[in-house]
Structure formats: structure tokens, C-alpha cells
């Protein structure tokens, strides 16, 4: 396996299972008991730990993505159908090498230590299918994101073009498609032009992920690849799978393919169908200011999605240059008294005449949720459903200029959210999604399994699941990125607050709110 010939001096942080001791045949009875038994598996887990903590020599840690050879050892490789391919005839060089790695961090000191790396992604040399064995499935999970299509048509042109790879089943409607519906035979034809399209060709749902039943029916299938497209949850949905395949010793490799339109996956640069988003949230922005700066002291306020994180709300902004204050869920705000948001908005109009703000529909929701005591819903996947931040913070600003300050303002509210999600890719996120399915693709062929394909400072790696799903990237206020928005909108940054939140709001406008909140349900 391509680990071994890394220099002795590397360590190894791995995610992947720990190694199994050699077994003479690992299709036995006696091998498949040994990988169901909990108690030697969680004694290789310990063995593996240590012998994998710290660093050597020159640090350079390499977290490592599973192999279908740690629990397959004698699964038998083939020379890379690649090294025929036309296309790639006068590539210099057609293969990475296993020595390639992807640096997580690349500025450094001239003394610190390497650091820690991935697995540059990419063609092998060797691959651990046989073309006309793959029978190859692709599953979309979670809320849509632009782009998705665009990732299962380059899966099945990246399979069937560049590894002849003909056998290949589309999972329709998520995870509970796979044991609950008919599967789709999908080929070149078929998804030629679906990357016009917003969505996903194989739609989607949340909920519904049960281990057992999904692997049964991969097994039952025939399957034995599976590439999943989705976001944090769908990729710990993936972690799941591919636990409970390698569990059973299934030659099965498991690709996750990173999607979410809320940036919010860690370790990559950033998720596909983001920089669509923030191009489309323009449009909205824009609107909004024609229409505040034609009327007299004009409120523009536009929700953008961003559960918990602020990312696309972040950047439209810095896009538009026509938004005077964004509002993120990692950086709390507050309405009244000196620094609040309804001094900030009385200067900009007084300044202006108009103002937009731009907040991300996770923003201030402790905020709201202290007026207006919640139920705590969630949606089928268990994540928290949010309250409308946006329709509340419109009335809070209408009720405070009429009420308190006795002035006219001329409040209009954009909320896109659903229209920057549905619609297909952009240039630049159509190239993104080729080169993840096209890197997907070379990874499960080349037998790497349990892993998520993405850039890493641009240079496309795998990525062990859990380290994807253990944390979520958010919007790092101590970050200079935070601060050159603060420079370029030059809102309060709300951090030294004297923050006056109101104990409870006046009856009348909690009776408002209260019917808001009917109305955006
Ligand atoms: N912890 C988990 N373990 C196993 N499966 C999960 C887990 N969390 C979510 N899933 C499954 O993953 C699928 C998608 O999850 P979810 O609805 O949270 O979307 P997501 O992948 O996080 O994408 P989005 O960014 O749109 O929220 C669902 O089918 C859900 O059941
Ligand atoms: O209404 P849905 O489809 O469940 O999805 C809404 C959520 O999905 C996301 O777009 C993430 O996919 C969030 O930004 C948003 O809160
Ligand atoms: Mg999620």
C-alpha cells in the first residue's frame, strides 16, 4: 500500500480504522466475526492511537484517509486504465504519487514544524477495481446548493470516460432512497444537460438515514462504490456507512463529496455553489438599494442563508459595497442604547438617506428568541429550525423610528434565500465541481475509502470524514476577514457593548411579532 513508502521519520495521524492483524483469508467465517467483535476492535483502535501520536523528525504528520487493503489485504490492484487514456496522452506527469501530500497550513515560520497534511487527491498508478466490476451509486442529501448537478453529471462522465465505468445507479431522494425506491441508470446521455439546471436530477430529503438498511441494500445491490454529496450531516451519515461496510469487510469504497451553501463545511477553502450564491445575493442587494435610495430615509434589509455561519452574508457584503451594516450569527448584536443598530441606522440616514443591511438568517436568534420564547422545533435531520430574524428586525426597526423617533422611514425587506439556492453553478463553481467528482472518481478507484475529496489552500486532497464533521467552519471574528468588512462598512462591531437588551418587548409589538412569525411559517 502507498503508505509504506513514506519515509520512516513521517507519523501518521490516522483517522482511518486501526490496522487488523493478517488474517489468511478475510472473506472467512473467522475473519468477518473478528471484524463484527467490538472489544478487539476498539483494543486495535488503542494500538493504532499510540502508535500514531506526536511527531517525528521534521513534523510532518499525514492524517491519512482508510484504504480498502487496512481490512481487505489481499484485494488485488490493477495498472490504471489511465495510463491508455487519449486525454491524458501527453500529460507529464499522468500520476500522483504517493508521496504527494496537501498542507493544511501554508504560512509557516522558518522553524515550525511541517504540520499536518492530506493525501494530495488524484490518479494512481494502481487501481483496486476492475472497470467492467464497478457498479457505482450517487446519492444528494441536505438542502440544495448550486452546483450538485454539475457534480453528478462530471461522477458519471469522470466514471464512464475516464475509467469505463458503464454500471452506474442514481439514489433517488436521499438517504432513505436507498432503501425505499427504485434506483436510476445513469449515463453520459442522460446527465449531459442537467448542469443547466438548479436542484438536484436525484432530488433530496433529511431524515431517513439508517446505517443498517442503507448498507444492507448496498450490499444487496452489488454496489461497491458510493459516492455521497451533501453537507456536515450527510457526510457523518457517510463516516456511518463506511464504518459499518468496512464492519462487514465489504469491498465497497465510500467517497463524500462536500456540499453546503452555507460554507460551513471545516478543513476545505470553501464548499461548491458558494461563490454562485454570493453572486446571485447581489442581485438582491442591489434591488435593495434602488429601492431605499429612491424614497426618503429608506430601509433596505435583505436575510441571506447561513444557519451558523455568517460566510455568504460576509462576503456579499464585501462584494456589493452598497451595504452599510451585515449581521452574522457569530457576531451578536444589539438594537438599542450607544453603538446599537438603531443609532447606527438614525446616522446613516441622517448621513445617507437611506441604509441596507444585510443580515444571514442565523444572526441574533438568541437575540429574537428572548422576545419571543420559542418552541424548539428541528427539522427531520434534527437541525434547529430558526426563528424569521429577518421579518422580526424589520418590525423592531419600524417600530423604533415611528414609536420612539417619531420619523418616517420607508422599510422594504428582501428575503432570497431560496431563490440564491435554486439556481445552477456559475462558471467558476461548474470547474470546482468537475474537479471534485473527477477527484472522487481517481480516489475510489484507486481503493481509498471513508474519505471527503476538497481543496486545501487549492490543491484538491482527501480528507478524513470525521475530520470534516468534528468541527464547523464559521466566521472567526478575530480573523482579519471580519475586520476588513468592519474597515469597509464601518458599522459598529458591537463588541464593547452596554448592550440594553429589553427584558421583555411592549405588548403591542410582541402581538406583531407574534403574527410574523404565523405568517413566515
Ligand atoms: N449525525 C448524523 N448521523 C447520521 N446521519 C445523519 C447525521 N446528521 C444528519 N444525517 C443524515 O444526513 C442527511 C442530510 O443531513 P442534513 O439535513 O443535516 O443536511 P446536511 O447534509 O447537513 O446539508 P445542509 O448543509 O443542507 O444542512 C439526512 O438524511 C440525515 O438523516
Ligand atoms: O428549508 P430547508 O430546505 O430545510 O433548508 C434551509 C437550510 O438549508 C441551508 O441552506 C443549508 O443547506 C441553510 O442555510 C438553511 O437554513
Ligand atoms: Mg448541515
Known amino acids: 500500500m502507498d503508505l509504506l513508502l513514506y519515509p520512516s521519520s513521517i507519523s501518521f495521524k490516522s483517522h482511518a480504522s486501526p490496522p487488523r492483524p493478517n488474517f489468511p483469508n478475510f472473506n472467512s467465517k473467522k475473519s468477518r466475526n473478528f471484524l463484527r467483535n467490538p472489544l478487539i476492535w476498539r483494543q486495535n483502535c488503542r494500538i493504532r492511537a499510540q502508535s500514531s501520536n506526536g511527531t517525528a523528525g521534521d513534523g510532518f504528520v499525514l492524517e491519512d484517509v482508510p484504504h480498502l487493503t487496512d481490512f481487505l489485504p489481499g484485494l488485488l490492484s490493477y495498472p490504471n486504465p489511465l495510463q491508455n487514456s487519449k486525454a491524458y496522452a501527453i500529460v507529464r506527469q499522468t500520476f500522483v504519487t504517493p508521496e504527494d501530500a496537501v498542507a493544511e497550513n501554508i504560512v509557516v515560520q522558518k522553524d515550525s514544524p511541517r504540520g499536518v497534511h492530506f493525501r494530495r487527491a488524484g490518479p494512481r498508478e ?105 453537507g456536515d450531516g450527510t457526510q457523518k451519515g457517510a463516516d456511518l456507512i463506511f464504518k459499518e461496510v468496512e464492519k462487514r469487510g465489504l469491498q465497497v469504497a465510500v467517497a463524500g463529496i462536500p456540499k453546503t451553501i452555507d460554507n460551513d463545511i471545516a478543513v476545505i477553502d470553501k464548499s461548491f455553489g458558494f461563490d454562485t450564491a454570493v453572486e446571485e445575493a447581489q442581485r438582491a442587494i442591489n434591488a435593495a438599494h434602488v429601492e431605499v435610495e429612491s424614497v426618503e430615509n429608506g430601509v433596505g434589509i435583505v436575510k441571506l442563508m447561513g444557519r451558523y455561519s455568517g460566510f455568504i452574508a460576509m462576503y456579499a457584503t464585501l462584494a456589493s459595497r452598497d451595504v452599510d451594516c451585515c449581521l452574522i450569527p457569530e457576531s451578536p448584536f444589539y438594537l438599542e442604547g450607544r453603538g446599537g443598530l438603531f443609532e447606527f441606522v438614525e446616522e446613516r440616514l441622517k448621513e445617507n438617506g437611506h441604509i441596507v443591511i444585510v443580515l444571514a438568517e442565523g444572526a441574533g436568534q ?156
Not at 438517504?175 to 442522460?190: A, C, D, E, I
Not at 442537467?194 to 450490499?219: A, P, Q, W, Y
Not at 424569521?388 to 422594504?412: E, P, Y
Request: hydrophobic share 35%.
Open 366 to 521: 438568541d437575540y429574537v428568541a428572548q422576545e419571543l420564547h420559542p418552541i424548539d422545533e428541528k427539522d427531520a435531520s434534527g437541525n434547529r429550525l430558526l426563528l424569521d430574524v429577518g421579518l422580526w428586525l424589520s418590525q423592531k426597526i419600524k417600530d423604533h423610528f415611528t414609536n420612539v423617533r417619531k420619523m418616517a422611514i420607508n422599510m422594504k425587506y428582501i428575503d432570497p434565500t431560496y431563490m440564491i439556492r435554486a439556481i445552477p453553478s456559475n462558471a467558476a463553481d461548474n470547474v470546482y465541481c468537475t474537479l471534485l467528482a473527477q477527484s472522487a472518481v481517481h480516489g475510489a478507484m484507486a481503493g481509498y475509502t471513508g474519505f471527503t475529496v476538497g481543496p486545501v489552500n487549492s490543491r484538491h486532497a482527501y480528507i478524513p470524514i470525521a475530520r470534516v464533521t468534528e468541527t464547523q467552519n464559521t466566521v472567526k471574528l478575530t480573523d482579519r476577514m471580519w475586520a476588513r468588512l468592519l474597515a469597509s462598512t464601518n458599522q459598529p462591531s458591537f463588541l464593547n457593548s452596554n448592550e440594553v437588551i429589553p427584558e421583555k418587548a411592549d405588548q403591542e409589538t410582541m402581538e406583531v411579532v407574534n403574527d410574523m412569525r404565523i405568517t413566515s411559517i
Open 126 to 230: 494502481k487501481v483496486y477495481f476492475k472497470s467492467e466490476e464497478v457498479r457505482a451509486c450517487i446519492v444528494t442529501c441536505g438542502g440544495l446548493c448550486p452546483g450538485i448537478n454539475t457534480v453528478i453529471r462530471e461522477l458519471v462522465y469522470g466514471l464512464n470516460y475516464m475509467y469505463g465505468v458503464d454500471d452506474i445507479l442514481g439514489i433517488e431522494g436521499g438517504y432513505r432512497g436507498f432503501y425505499s425506491k427504485n434506483t436510476v441508470s445513469l449515463t453520459p446521455k442522460l446527465v449531459n444537460d442537467i448542469h443547466k439546471r438548479g436542484g438536484t436530477f436525484l432530488r433530496t430529503s433529511r431524515g431517513g438515514h439508517d446505517t443498517n438498511k442503507i448498507v444492507d441494500n448496498i450490499e444487496d445491490r452489488g454496489i461497491n462504490q458510493v459516492y455521497i454529496i451533501g
